[in-house]
């Protein structure tokens, strides 16, 4: 995760980096048809989610699941 401050405003990257322990020669079709999509969606959902919170927005958000 990185941050890079640009006035009031801050970009926030984020990347990971995955390997499927199992799956033999059908994993990266897997890969490709499930899981990056899934790891794509949970990675964006992150990221709106710290957005809202940053932005003092998520509160008032329905879909945001928030941790203790």
Not at 23 to 52: E, M, Y
Request: aromatic residues 6%; charged residues 30%.
């Amino acid at each position: 995760t990185t941050f890079h401050i640009d006035g009031d405003q801050v970009e926030v990257t984020q990347e990971w980096r995955y390997r499927m322990k199992e799956g033999g020669v059908l994993a990266p079709i897997t890969d490709r048809l499930f899981v990056r999509g899934q790891v794509r969606g949970s990675l964006a959902r992150s990221l709106d989610g710290l957005k809202l919170e940053v932005e003092g927005r998520a509160d008032s958000h329905p879909g945001l699941i928030r941790s203790a």
